[in-house]
């Protein structure tokens, strides 16, 4: 079988201004897992829109802090956290 090779130059503001915004969602949670970048808005939420406020960028870091944390905690800690999300 023939190999061929091909060459897509792709400039990445097109690329990014071409994706719908779930396809821009599944990106930033795909560079997020690789550990490339950190949520600074809250998730479903468009950064043009408004600025963050001082409490939204303090709740995103505690999320991200918890999420790095995981692993790391204890049982009873990961019940207390499901148990607050239970509530809401």
Do not use: A, H
């Not at 396809?23 to 408004?50: A, H, N, Q, Y």
């Not at 406020?53 to 956290?81: H, T, V, Y």
């Amino acid at each position: 079988m023939p190999e061929f090779e091909t060459y897509v130059d792709v400039d990445v503001d097109d690329f990014w201004y071409e994706c719908s915004t779930r396809e821009k969602e599944e990106f930033i949670d795909m560079l997020e897992t690789g550990g490339w970048v950190k949520r600074i808005t809250p998730k479903g939420t468009d950064p043009s829109e408004r600025q963050p406020s001082m409490l939204d960028i303090e709740w995103q870091e505690m999320c991200n802090k918890l999420s790095e944390l995981r692993l790391n905690m204890s049982r009873e800690d990961e019940d207390l956290i499901k148990e607050i999300l239970k509530k809401y």
